[in-house]
């Protein structure tokens, strides 16, 4: 290819004001002196060019291939339907075409679901997918998409190309489909209260209302008829502490395009207000004080004791007004207000004739209704004053055989309290004998009803943890627990195992004896199964498109399976095992790619047309996808039409070898300046003698 180039021998601006200058001066010569001043006119031209330095560039030029960019679009919404199958039929017949036209080299970018909640990133896949390519170099560009795409500029400017973009658009304006949508979704409730959820069902060619399902942990709450299109709200009772797993479902149409999207699920962190303690000590002693000690140093726990200081039988003739002791309000806690107490604790309390049978009675129906009861035995727990020979030896899992044994022992878990989540892996128990303090005094009792967790002297019951009916009930049948938090003979774990026989009391999760958990870190899902059973039963896996898959769980620990499966889906999975439910995300609960799946060519639409690129769809009925012919268009007038998409060639070369001939320099320029100069002066001398 051959151009003209110049190299000033002289600054710029010093070539360009010679310019002037000759042009000025050649102007008045000729005004002044007529014809023969062009030849010095001439001579000053001349001079101007050698200043310039003019030369001829030779360049051997290689013309490489444009690159026409196919962005494929593989994301969750492209699986749905048939978009899939039409996805991979399109590519097929572009890569076909592409690779039969001359000159041009295809490049196909596959657009995958990425971490978090991001959606559809075709035009980062796009940007980083030609790094590697001169904007000058690409002749085109074709989205292979649904439409839902999450990260469209809001100009072509930002594209750094300025070649055309066509988006072949998969599915159909037929598809039909339902999505629950959340409007507002609270994220903490408190235990015993109701939260409101807000919800909304949208469709696509359906029937305008739709029956909702309502679920919390598996169980359903409600089932209703609502309008799509409008919110709707549902009242959730929050019962537990910890995550309530609120699932909101919505019935699919007879052609549903997924039902990934049928379901949403919302979170609600269950808070305790102050959890409220009755603690009713029989006599002051040195355990007493352990129980205390726990259960103030918890903020979350309002704590009532009482102690009985002077029981009905210990009359000494003291006036009444003479006394500090407050009376005991047995009517107000055990009649009136018992229900707002989360535990009631009878540490070493023995039947004084205080509490008469009624209450009593009010207390096995408080247990009967969801509430607990803790029973920490002393010496009084084997005599005729115990609290089993009373109305409330149903609910007490062991009676006493009137033996108190006292001796040096050391607690021992029980193979059934290996598995317990109260004792399970409590620190000093990995060895035999477990390395912490001995006790002296164990209560012996025929334990009939309830899990032994923990074995004393001779392997009798030490702790014994039972669910009546709705409540639970522990009964310690020691009162030496406290020898450990005085540290005798190196202590032991009383903290621990105090604190978790109260919150298994008042139902902690974390401390359920049949739980189904699961997390997920990436597309890892860990499963993990808390049983008391030997052998439990595989999980049930459920993808969000329905399909199922079962789990065998390994032992991990006593108690404790669990599973480590790869999900293949983005969403939410539900568990099952047994009666138990669970549900984890593999990425966002309610992710981004599916909140909205219905396909779309207006969303694409402005930054095609502003390319001078077109949208449509490639869907036809009963028949393979229609893909538009594609054809080079040299000019800027149209670059689509009704059955054919444009690319324009970039004409980009590789220069190979450049030779450059000098026009001005050398004793060419010499002789052609000097033959001006002589010529003027030969013409104004003729001209004088005329």
């Known amino acids: 290819m051959l151009t003209l180039s110049f190299s000033p021998l002289v600054p710029e601006p010093v070539l360009w004001a010679a310019a002037a200058f000759a042009a000025l001066f050649a102007l008045l010569a000729l005004l002044a002196r007529g014809a023969p001043a062009a030849l010095r006119a001439l001579a000053l031209a001349i001079l101007v060019v050698a200043l310039a330095n003019p030369a001829l560039v030779d360049e051997e030029r290689e013309p490489v291939d444009d690159v026409v960019a196919v ?23 572009l890569d076909r075409r592409l690779s039969s036209m001359q000159n041009v080299i295809p490049r196909f970018i596959t657009v995958e679901d990425g971490a978090g909640d991001d ?88 029937t305008g209302s739709a029956n909702v399902t309502v679920r919390r942990d598996g169980e359903v709450l409600a089932r209703r008829q609502v309008l799509t299109g409008r919110p709707f709200s549902v009242p959730v009772g929050i019962e537990t502490g910890g995550a309530n797993v609120v699932e909101i479902e919505v019935e699919p149409l007879p052609q549903e395009l997924t039902r990934a999207n049928n379901r949403a699920v919302v979170e609600i962190e269950g808070i305790r207000e102050n959890l409220r303690v009755l603690l009713v000590s029989g006599e002051p002693h040195a355990g007493e004080r352990a129980w205390r000690n726990l259960l103030k140093s918890d903020a979350n726990v309002d704590l009532v004791h009482f102690t009985i200081l002077r029981p009905p039988h210990k009359q000494d003739g003291t006036p009444i007004d003479e006394l500090s002791l407050i009376a005991f309000p047995t009517r107000e806690l055990f009649q009136e207000k018992i229900e707002e107490f989360d535990l009631i604790i009878f540490d070493r309390y023995a039947n004084q004739s205080i509490l008469p049978s009624i209450y009593f009675d009010n207390i096995v129906t408080y247990v009967e209704n969801g509430g607990a009861v803790l029973f920490a035995a002393g010496p009084e727990f084997a005599t005729v004053a115990s609290l089993a020979r009373t109305r409330l030896s149903p ?17 021992e878990i029980t193979s059934v309290g290996a598995r317990h989540p109260v004792t399970r892996g409590l620190e000093g128990s990995q060895t ?15 334990v009939d009803a309830g899990d032994t967790v923990m074995s004393g002297a001779d392997g009798r019951p030490l702790l014994v943890l039972e669910r009546y009916d709705e409540g639970r009930v522990a009964l310690l049948l020691s009162d030496h627990a406290w020898l450990w938090a005085r540290g005798f003979r190196e202590g032991g774990p009383y903290l621990d195992l105090l604190r978790r026989t109260a919150h298994w009391l008042m139902k902690e999760p974390a401390l359920e004896e049949e739980a189904l958990r699961a997390s997920a870190d990436g597309r890892t899902i860990t ?45 939410l999975h539900q568990l099952r095992a047994d009666e138990l439910v669970a549900f984890v995300s593999v990425g966002p609960a309610n992710p981004r790619e599916m909140r909205d799946v219905f396909s779309t060519t207006e969303a694409l639409a402005p930054i095609t047309e502003a390319t001078g690129g077109s949208v449509r769809r490639v869907a036809a009925e009963g028949g393979p996808p229609v893909v ?37 320099l050398g004793f060419v320029g010499l002789v052609l300046l000097l033959g001006a100069a002589l010529a003027g002066w030969l013409a104004e001398g003729a001209r004088r003698r005329a």
């Open 395 to 411: 609910i007490i899992p062991g009676q006493p055989t009137g033996e108190i044994v006292e001796e040096p022992y050391r607690a």
């Open 527 to 571: 499963i993990e199964r808390q049983t008391m059973g030997e052998t439990p039963a595989p999980v049930v896996l459920t993808a969000p498109s329905g399909e199922s898959v079962r789990v065998d769980l390994v032992e991990r620990e006593p108690g404790l399976y669990g599973a480590r499966v790869t999900g293949a889906e983005l969403g």
């Open 71 to 93: 962005v494929i679009d593989e994301t969750a919404s492209q699986g749905l339907g048939e978009r899939g199958a039409m996805t991979q039929a399109v590519r097929e017949e």
């Open 432 to 446: 035999s004998p477990p390395s912490w303090g001995e006790w002296l005094r164990l209560l012996d009792a025929d």
């Open 119 to 206: 959606g559809t990133r075709l035009f980062q896949a796009l940007a980083n997918g030609l790094a590697d390519v001169p904007p000058d170099r690409i002749a085109g560009v074709i989205l292979v998409t649904d439409g839902v795409v999450h990260d469209i500029p809001e100009n072509a400017g930002q594209l750094g190309f300025r070649a055309p973009m066509h988006a072949l658009v998969t599915g159909s304006e037929a598809e039909s489909d339902r999505q629950i949508r959340l409007v507002r979704a609270p994220r903490f409730g408190i235990v015993g209260r109701e939260q409101t959820i807000e919800a909304m069902v949208e469709e696509r060619n359906g």
């Open 628 to 664: 538009p012919r594609i054809q080079t268009v040299r000019s800027d007038t149209r670059l689509s039409g009704a059955d054919w998409i444009g690319i324009r060639p970039s004409e980009s070369a590789i220069v190979r070898g450049v030779s450059v001939t000098p026009l001005a």
